[in-house]
């Protein structure tokens, strides 16, 4: 089942990956790179592994499915706060002059 979730998941880290490169409204740097790309790659990535991994070497590979959560969770967290500090600033109004 990990095996699955982490196939899964790099198929939708590279589906992100795609569409961050083709909008055009926004540069992202490399935070966003980062949180919203490249670390969940890793973490899906590392899942598959883990899965793998699991049948000759069991505590190891859980140890990997408990990194892929902590970097997801992470990423999680961030790119949540990064979107709702985005909607609170890009609402704030304007004081009339």
């Not at 899965?51 to 961030?78: D, E, M, N, P």
Request: aromatic content about 14%.
């Amino acid at each position: 089942m990990w095996e699955l979730i982490g196939v899964c998941g790099t198929t939708y880290a590279g589906t992100v990956v795609r569409r961050m490169r083709s909008q055009s409204a926004y540069k992202p740097g490399f935070e966003d790179w980062l949180l919203h790309a490249d670390l969940p790659f890793t973490a899906y990535v590392l899942l598959v592994f883990s899965a793998f991994r699991a049948i000759s070497h069991t505590r190891g590979a859980l140890f990997g499915v408990g990194a892929a959560g902590l970097l997801l969770l992470f990423s999680g967290i961030h790119n949540a706060w990064d979107a709702v500090a985005y909607h609170v600033m890009a609402n704030i109004r304007r004081p009339t002059e």
